[in-house]
């Protein structure tokens, strides 16, 4: 069983901004380990066009994820928040293996057991090719 990972629900704008701040952080660590640890164990993701179960399938996808997007850079906005839910927008950057840089825009539903941990998350993501110079983060 794992720890409880605070800021526990139901959540307050200050609670929420935390646990979006906490995920930035996680993400842009680009440890896949790390970031698993913040899942539920049978924890259920839609991520894009892809379905996964639990933190052995969540922690391989994020290993591939990161091996494919390079210099991932992530920023996270707190959008809104209720109970154990709260839902964010984001965007992040990245180049793949041809030097191609890309700018990601997306939206996150998350849902938490009471302990903390992410029991749920659904998230929707474009794609946008930038330049280097376009490049924010």
Known sequence: MSAPRPPLPPFTEESARAK?????????????ERVALAYTEDSVW????????GRDEIRAFLAD???RELDYRLHKE???????????????EWHDAAGQWWRSHGNEQWEFAADGLMSRREASINDVPITAADRRL
Request: proline share 3%; hydrophobic share 40%.
């Open 20 to 32: 979006v701040r906490a995920a930035e952080d996680a993400w842009n660590s680009r440890d896949p």
């Open 46 to 53: 839609r991520n894009r066009d892809r379905f996964l179960t």
């Open 65 to 67: 994820k990161w091996e």
């Open 78 to 92: 707190l959008w809104a928040h209720t109970g154990n839910r709260i839902s964010v927008r984001f965007a992040y």
